[in-house]
């Protein structure tokens, strides 16, 4: 709970708005992560795409960062989030994305991290956890915050794609009644 409570509190209120406005106009959102990170940038990338916005995760640097970085400009956001131990491959991305126009949020735990200092918009998440590891809950809820807040930018968009989403659940069976 402190973490929840710590990150929450770090937010700026403008920021945040800013970057949701930011996040609910890209023509296309990347999230880049990996390592620890790597669960909750999939999350992110799912949740956006499923409010109704063109979404992707890029969880391992490489070839695969390299050729969905190619094509993105001014209307895109790419999000990295890194904590502590940063990936060269999270930071290269952000870099790159600035370079060629693009917006870029960083998720990290320090907002004087190499990924903060790269971009637009930084918000600092607690990852105190037990003993060696760190604790996701205030990425989390900084990720579930974000989407909530972007959905809402649109209820209609996120309504519809709500929508398609449930008819192709039933058309495809994939749910067990």
Same mark, same amino acid.
């Given at each position: 709970?402190?973490?929840?409570?710590?990150?929450?509190? $770090?937010? @700026?209120? $403008?920021?945040? *708005?800013?970057?949701?406005? +930011?996040?609910?106009? #890209? +023509?296309?959102?990347?999230?880049?992560?990996?390592?620890?990170?790597?669960?909750?940038?999939?999350?992110?990338?799912?949740?956006?795409?499923?409010?109704?916005?063109? #979404?992707?995760?890029?969880?391992?640097?490489?070839?695969?960062?390299? &050729?969905?970085?190619?094509?993105? =400009?001014? *209307? @895109? &956001?790419?999000?990295?989030? =890194?904590?502590? +131990?940063? &990936?060269?491959?999270?930071?290269?991305?952000?870099? !790159?994305?600035?370079? !060629?126009?693009?917006?870029?949020?960083?998720?990290?735990?320090?907002?004087?991290?190499?990924?903060?200092?790269?971009?637009?918009?930084?918000?600092?998440? #607690?990852? *105190?956890?037990?003993?060696?590891?760190?604790?996701?809950? =205030?990425?989390?809820?900084?990720?579930?915050?974000?989407? $909530?807040?972007?959905?809402?930018?649109?209820? $209609?968009?996120?309504?519809?794609?709500?929508? +398609?989403?449930?008819? !192709?659940?039933?058309?495809?069976?994939?749910?067990?009644?």
């Amino acid at each position: 709970m402190q973490n929840i409570q710590r990150t929450a509190s $770090a937010i @700026d209120q $403008a920021m945040f *708005e800013a970057a949701v406005r +930011r996040l609910a106009s #890209a +023509r296309e959102i990347v999230v880049v992560a990996t390592g620890v990170t790597a669960a909750a940038g999939f999350f992110l990338a799912y949740s956006l795409e499923v409010i109704g916005l063109r #979404a992707r995760a890029v969880l391992d640097g490489g070839v695969a960062q390299a &050729v969905t970085l190619t094509h993105l =400009g001014a *209307e @895109d &956001v790419v999000v990295g989030l =890194g904590v502590w +131990r940063y &990936v060269r491959s999270t930071l290269d991305a952000l870099h !790159q994305a600035k370079e !060629q126009g693009a917006t870029v949020i960083a998720i990290t735990d320090s907002i004087v991290s190499p990924l903060a200092r790269h971009a637009d918009y930084a918000f600092e998440v #607690a990852t *105190e956890g037990a003993m060696h590891s760190l604790s996701m809950t =205030g990425v989390m809820s900084l990720i579930n915050a974000l989407v $909530a807040a972007t959905s809402l930018v649109d209820p $209609a968009r996120t309504s519809r794609a709500l929508q +398609r989403i449930d008819r !192709q659940f039933v058309a495809r069976e994939l749910l067990i009644s």
